[in-house]
């Protein structure tokens, strides 16, 4: 049997960047609804787009609303894995500030998501 294709999708920007935030996400939903298995890993500012309420007030222009994605890609069964040490430096914590399906990490875990995905974006 085949081994299924998989990808991880770096996210390094926050909210205040709508179009960088919310590609990641139309990514995912476009790999996820063609059987690729993703995760996506949150880190610098990228943590913030992870906040709970956030995605609410992302709205890019040409794309749907950003909130409306990240339920798309929950549903489809996306991961998010977020960096330990970004939380940190922005004051956030885990589970109270994140979304619930979010995953804190260390850097090991995401080598190893990277090294095993048969492709990588970042945005």
Do not use: W
Request: with cysteine; glycine share 8%; net charge negative.
């Amino acid at each position: 049997m085949a081994t299924p294709e998989s990808m991880v999708i770096v996210v390094t920007h926050g909210p205040e960047h709508e179009e960088m935030a919310t590609i990641p996400f139309v990514m995912a939903a476009a790999a996820l609804v063609s059987e690729v298995e993703v995760c996506m890993a949150f880190q610098g500012d990228g943590v913030n787009v992870i906040r709970k309420g956030a995605a609410e007030q992302v709205n890019a222009k040409g794309f749907p609303p950003l909130a409306e994605l990240m339920a798309t890609v929950v549903e489809l069964g996306c991961e998010f894995l977020i960096c330990a040490p970004c939380l940190e430096g922005r004051g956030l914590k885990a589970p109270d500030d994140l979304v619930p399906q979010s995953e804190v990490i260390g850097a090991a875990r995401l080598i190893a998501e990277v090294t095993s995905a048969t492709a990588t974006l970042t945005y």
